[in-house]
C-alpha cells in the first residue's frame, strides 16, 4: 500500500474532471439553436459563435476526456479505471448540480456520495503496484 505518486492517477482524476465538463456542455448544446444559425452571418453576431460554444466545448471535453482516461489506462486495470472514473464523474456532477445549479441539497445524497468516495479510495489503495515482470518466467509472474 503506497503513496507513491504515478501520473496515471492524475490522468483519471482529469478525465474525470473532462467528463462533468463534458456532461454540462451536451446540456447546454441546443441543436435547434445550431440548425438555426445564419451562416452567411455568422461573423455579423454574436448569436451563432454563442450557439456553437456549448458544441465545441462537447467535441473539445470529449476527446480529452478519452485521451487521460487512455493514458490511465496503460498503466491502471481497466475495470478500477472505469470505477474510479465514473464514480469522480458522478459526485463532481452531484457537487456542480447543488453548488452550482441550485439543485436542493439533501443529507442523504452526501451520505451516498461518501459511500462512492470510500469505494474509490479503496480501489486506489488496494491498486497492486506496477512490476517489472517483462523477462520473468511465467510461474514467478503468477506468484
Known sequence: MSLSFNPAWLYLL????????????????KIADIKAIDWSQFFSSTAGI????????YVGFGVGNVIFFSKALNVIPASTAFAIWMGLALVGIKIVDTLVLKEAFRWVHVVYIGFI????IGLKLSA????????????????
Open 14 to 29: 482529469l478525465a474525470s474532471v473532462m467528463e462533468v465538463c463534458w456532461n454540462y456542455s451536451l446540456k447546454y448544446t
Open 50 to 57: 454563442m450557439a456553437l460554444i456549448p458544441a465545441i466545448c
Open 117 to 120: 468516495l470510500v469505494g474509490i
Open 128 to 143: 497492486a503496484p506496477e512490476k517489472a515482470t517483462a523477462g520473468a518466467p511465467a510461474a514467478e509472474k503468477q506468484a
